[in-house]
């Protein structure tokens, strides 16, 4: 289309200033116009990049990429691709990739990013524009829309190219476990959570909670996790409350493990299939007492001593049963805060059944209680949770429709019909007829993609080696 509005402009004109007049018709709005969204740092093979009203531009190291660029590569070739966020993607073969909408600014509060996967695939290590707003960043094709969270993640529209891929592989397929213990459901406001070695994260709507994570709600804000023995546990506002050790295989619930930490707030708890089997196997440990919830449900409130801070009037522990019984073990004075499975010095092992309470104040006897205290959450058992949210389901890898792999972080998968919500270690699949599902384990083509990472240092020697057959294990460092 560019060709013969260039060859009609300069046939008009019958000069070389005619064609240089209209070349420079064609090609200065969109340049001008285009904001600059980034630059090749690694191509091999033949691929282009295509402005709206210019010409192609051969991939090649340094080349500039621009709002709105089309990005193609042809059988063998691949490109790895920087953007000004710090987003890194590697084209892969055959692939087709539009930069739709890109706007980045240092600090500023509307960056967003917006891609459409034609064809092909990529794999990808996102930045700062995913990792700052939770619905900043997408990824369309013509099957889903990708919602990055943050990640670091593969995707792949395939027709029948990825099965054959898969039947090249000699390993075994491994499962498409999911590692989380927890996935957030029914929000509101802004949750964080911060894994063990200190790095801190927002979660949304089925965000991922992994063992060690503590998760943090602000003023106003509450939140529902669901977890994968089937417990629920809303957080009310201001709350802090950690994961201290989950362990559950849906074959064997009774050799599970459910411990976790109120340090600060509220929480409403629903025990499931742990507690069910076996209820030594669940505790909720607070600075002032243990809590065994005995396949129950009731309301634990920690505030002043009880959250490490001044014990002002009507602040300690509160515990509700309003589902069966509770068991608390206050600690005795002078013994230490529990420790993450740990139990008190307990003077006084107290049974709660439902509609009764107990509230423990920084000094003083303990107090039976009758009135329910007021926590900013729904109950948990009249929370409904997706029920997709840990499933997995048989999908063969000749499918056609999109696959997605998520190496670390959140992604959610929508199309007209369904939402799937995927984590760590995870991958999905979205089929052309609008169905979202979790295959039951992790496709071969996405697992033992011979494709250079885009994060990876020397990507010519890795594609190399790969293609000469020698494994990861193998390659030099």
């Not at 490109?79 to 990739?97: H, Q």
């Not at 039947?167 to 499962?175: F, H, I, L, W």
């Not at 619930?253 to 742990?274: D, M, P, Q, Y």
């Not at 073990?329 to 003077?347: E, F, H, M, Y």
Request: charged share 20%; glycine share 12%.
């Amino acid at each position: 289309m560019v060709a013969r509005q260039f060859e009609k402009l300069a046939f008009a004109s019958g000069t070389l200033a005619g064609v240089a007049i209209g070349m420079c018709m064609l090609v200065a709005p969109a340049g001008a116009s285009a904001q600059s969204a980034g630059q090749v740092e690694f191509s091999r093979g033949v691929g282009f990049a295509q402005t709206p009203g210019q010409m192609p531009r051969t991939l090649g190291k340094g080349l500039p990429l621009r709002e709105g660029d089309r990005l193609t590569t042809s059988d063998g070739a691949s490109a790895i691709i920087k953007l000004e966020d710090g987003t890194r993607m590697t084209v892969r073969p055959n692939s087709e990739l539009v930069l739709t909408q890109y706007q980045f600014r240092e600090n500023a509060t509307d960056n967003s990013m917006l891609m459409q996967l034609v064809r092909g695939g990529f794999r990808a290590v996102t930045g700062l524009i995913s990792k700052n707003a939770p619905n900043a960043a997408k990824v369309q094709t013509n099957t889903a829309t990708i919602g990055i969270r943050g990640t670091d993640f593969d995707a792949r529209v395939c027709v029948r190219e990825c099965g054959a891929e898969s039947a090249k592989v000699d390993e075994k397929a491994r499962p498409n476990s999911v590692q989380a213990s927890a996935k957030v459901v029914n929000s509101r406001g802004e949750v964080n959570a911060t894994d063990a070695s200190g790095t801190r994260r927002r979660v949304v709507d089925g965000g991922s909670i992994y063992p060690g994570d503590l998760v943090e709600t602000g003023s106003g804000t509450n939140a529902v996790l669901a977890f994968r023995d089937e417990s629920k546990i809303t957080l009310g506002s201001t709350t802090r409350f950690r994961v201290d050790n989950f362990v559950y295989d849906d074959k064997n619930a009774g050799e599970g493990r459910f411990l976790v930490s109120l340090l600060k707030g509220s929480v409403r708890a629903l025990t499931g299939l742990i507690g069910k089997a076996n209820t030594r196997n669940v505790g909720y440990a607070t600075a002032t007492a243990t809590i065994d919830i005995r396949g129950s449900g009731g309301d634990i409130v920690c505030t002043g001593a009880c959250a490490g801070e001044a014990g002002a009037p009507g602040t300690g522990l509160t515990v509700y049963a309003w589902l069966d019984s509770f068991t608390v073990a206050p600690c005795a004075v002078g013994s230490q805060p529990l420790v993450p499975g740990g139990s008190c010095n307990s003077t006084a092992l107290q049974v709660l059944q439902a509609g009764q309470g107990l509230y423990i104040p920084p000094t003083g006897p303990m107090q039976f209680i009758a009135n329910q205290p007021t926590i900013d959450g729904p109950r948990p058992d009249g929370v409904v949770v997706p029920p997709k949210l840990f499933s997995g389901d048989n999908v063969p890898e000749n499918s056609e429709g999109l696959f997605v792999f998520v190496r670390d972080g959140h992604i959610e998968i929508a199309t007209a019909n369904d939402i799937l919500q995927l984590g760590k270690g995870e991958a999905g699949f979205a089929g052309v007829g609008g169905e979202t599902r979790r295959p039951n384990t992790v496709p071969k083509f996405l697992d033992f993609d011979k494709v250079p990472m885009p994060n990876s240092k020397n990507p010519l020697l890795v594609s190399v080696l790969n293609e000469s057959g020698v494994k990861a294990g193998g390659q030099c460092k």
